[in-house]
C-alpha cells in the first residue's frame, strides 16, 4: 500500500446523505469504491446521490467527466463484495447498535490489514470498539455535509488505535482526499459536533419560545457572525433525525444541556426530516419559489 494514497479499492457502508458524499470523495480520489445497501432499492437511491453529486462537480468545473468516476463505484447488498477492500467506512444511521452490528458484518468479511473507519458525528469510538476483532486498525473519519465542498475531515482516535493507522488516516485524508484533517480523541461530540449542536439546539429552544423567526435567528448568526448558513438551515441541510439522534447520545453523555427541545422531536415525528424530506424548519419542495418558514 502506496501511503498518501487511498488503497485502490474503498468501501462505504450507507449511501445516505453522508455516504454518498464520502463516496464522491473517494471517487475523486482516483480508486475503485463499492457501496454497501441494506437492499437493491436503497443501492439505486445511493447511485443516483452519487451520479448527481458528480454532475454538480461537472457543472461547477470540479470535474471532468461524471462517467469516468461512476464507471469505478459498484453498488452491492452482499457484504462479502468489501473483502477486497483496504478501507471501508461506515456511514449508517446514528444509532449505536445498527452501527455496531454494521462493524461487525464489515469485519469479518475484510482482511487483517484493512482500515475500518466510522463516519459517526458523535458515538464513542471505544463503545463501538468492543466487539471488534482488531480494534487497533479501527479509527473514525468523521466527514462534513456537503462532503464535496467540505475541507475538514476529523479523524478520531481510539483507546486501542495504533498511530500507525492514525499516520495513514492523516495522509489518505491530506494526500488522498485533498482535505485538511484534525486529529482529536475520542469523546462525545468530539470537536465538531459538540459545538455545532450545541448552538442547533439553543437556536431551536429560541425559535420554540419566540425569541424571533427561524429567518431572522439564521440572519443573526450568518449576517452577525459570518457563518455560511444560519443554525436552522444547517440543520435543514444536516437532517433533523441525524441532529435528533446526536442530541440524545450527547444528553446521556454529557448532560441535559443536550436534551433535544420538543420542536425537534415533533419535527421529526411528523417525518419533517429537512432538505433531504422537503420540509423541515423550512420548506424545501421543488415548487417553493425559496426556502419558505
Ligand atoms: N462537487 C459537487 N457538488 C458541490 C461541490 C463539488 N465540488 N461543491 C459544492 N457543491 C454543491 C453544494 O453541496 C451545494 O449543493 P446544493 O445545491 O444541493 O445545496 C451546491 O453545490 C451549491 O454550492 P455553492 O458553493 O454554490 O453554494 P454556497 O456558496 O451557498 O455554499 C455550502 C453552500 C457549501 C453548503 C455553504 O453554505 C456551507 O459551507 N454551509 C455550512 C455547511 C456546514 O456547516 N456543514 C457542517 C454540517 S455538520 C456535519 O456535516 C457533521 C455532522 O456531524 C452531521
Avoid at 461506515?90 to 452501527?99: F, G, I, T, Y
Avoid at 495522509?171 to 442547533?200: C, H, M, N, Q, Y
Avoid at 429552544?205 to 427561524?214: D, I, K, P
Wanted: glycine residues 12%; proline residues 4%; negative net charge.
Amino acid at each position: 500500500m502506496s501511503h498518501g494514497r487511498i488503497p485502490a479499492r474503498a468501501g462505504v457502508v450507507g449511501g445516505g446523505l453522508m455516504g454518498a458524499g464520502i463516496v464522491h470523495g473517494l471517487l475523486v480520489a482516483g480508486g475503485e469504491v463499492v457501496l454497501l445497501e441494506r437492499d437493491e432499492a436503497a443501492a439505486d437511491a445511493a447511485r443516483a446521490r452519487v451520479q448527481r453529486s458528480c454532475d454538480k462537480g461537472v457543472e461547477r468545473g470540479k470535474l471532468a467527466d461524471a462517467a469516468e468516476p461512476m464507471g469505478r463505484l459498484t453498488t452491492t447488498t452482499d457484504a462479502a463484495d468489501l473483502s477486497g477492500c483496504g478501507l471501508v467506512v461506515e456511514a449508517v444511521p446514528e444509532d449505536e447498535q445498527l452501527k455496531r452490528e454494521t462493524l461487525g458484518r464489515v469485519e469479518a468479511v475484510i482482511a487483517d490489514d484493512a482500515a475500518l473507519a466510522t463516519n459517526t458525528s458523535s458515538i464513542s469510538l471505544d463503545a463501538l470498539a468492543t466487539s471488534l476483532r482488531r480494534p487497533e486498525r479501527f479509527l473514525g473519519l468523521h466527514f462534513f455535509n456537503p462532503v464535496p465542498a467540505s475541507k475538514l475531515v476529523e479523524i478520531v482516535i481510539a483507546s486501542a488505535t495504533d498511530e500507525v493507522w492514525r499516520d495513514r488516516a492523516v495522509e489518505w485524508v491530506r494526500d488522498g482526499l485533498g482535505k485538511t484533517p484534525v486529529v482529536v480523541a475520542d469523546s462525545p461530540g468530539f470537536a465538531s459536533s459538540r459545538l455545532g449542536v450545541a448552538i442547533g439546539l439553543e437556536a431551536i429552544r429560541m425559535l420554540e419560545s419566540g425569541v424571533a423567526s427561524a429567518q431572522d435567528i439564521d440572519a443573526a448568526m450568518a449576517l452577525g457572525y459570518g457563518h455560511p448558513m444560519g443554525p436552522l438551515e444547517l440543520t435543514d441541510l444536516v437532517g433533523l433525525d441525524t441532529r435528533l439522534g446526536i442530541a440524545r447520545y450527547l444528553e446521556r453523555e454529557l448532560g441535559p444541556r443536550f436534551a433535544p427541545p420538543q420542536l425537534l422531536v415533533d419535527l421529526v415525528e411528523q417525518g419533517h426530516h429537512g432538505r433531504k424530506a422537503g420540509r423541515g424548519f423550512y420548506d424545501w419542495n421543488d415548487d417553493a419559489q425559496e426556502k419558505n418558514a
